[in-house]
């Protein structure tokens, strides 16, 4: 079977890819305005980009009007923001604050999820999160136009939090303690429960 992704429309594309594109880390981005208000929003266009200088980046999409979204404003006015990380006990809260809010509305708040100041940026970080990156911009890359069009966010990781007991000394993070959750397509998540060694 082959499928040209381009001859789909864009919402039944974006259904096949991130059905294929499995198991996607979460990256749940808190940043905050050049007014001080905080934005919490998740996206599973994420990953690892490389470790020197440690960086990492994420995909925010247009909205289907083709408006930016608060955590892309927010990046440009500050330069700075942070990645928590999702376990499985912060699934269902996470995924409240995916909802669209206006502009200056508390996703955290309106979810009931703690906040705690970071330390070496403005945005703070979800307290719960037994992983967050604290990031200072790179760069932004713009991929296509308008409506869907994707933002890019490459972030330098200037501090790293890691919740007492889930790092092994010469292992790093026990993925059993950390016990992330993975994206999958629609609404389905997964979690490590099968791990292997090769």
């Given at each position: ?6 001859a ?65 404003v ?19 809260r ?8 206006p ?59 890691a ?36």
């Open positions: 079977m082959e499928i040209d992704l381009g789909l429309a864009p919402r039944d594309a974006h259904d096949v890819l991130v059905s294929a594109l499995i198991p996607r880390p979460i990256a749940w981005v808190s940043s905050i305005s050049g007014q001080g208000q905080v934005n919490l929003a998740p996206f599973s266009f994420f990953c690892g980009v490389t470790w020197s200088p440690a960086t990492l980046g994420f995909s925010v999409v247009n909205r289907s009007d083709g408006s930016r979204k608060d955590t892309i927010n990046i440009e006015e500050t330069g700075q923001f942070v990645v928590n990380m999702v376990s499985h006990d912060l699934a269902g996470m995924v409240r604050t995916a909802s669209s809010l502009r200056g509305v508390s996703e955290a708040d309106e979810a009931g999820i703690a906040m705690t100041p970071s330390t070496r940026v403005s945005a703070p970080r979800v307290q719960d999160a037994r992983v967050a990156f604290e990031c200072t911009l790179d760069r932004i890359v713009t991929v296509g136009q308008g409506t869907h069009a994707g933002n890019l966010v490459l972030g330098t990781i200037v501090l790293m939090h919740r007492d007991g889930i790092v092994e000394e010469g292992k790093g993070v026990d993925p059993t303690r950390f016990d992330a959750i993975g994206r999958l397509g629609g609404s389905r998540y997964c979690r490590l429960q099968d791990i292997f060694e090769l």
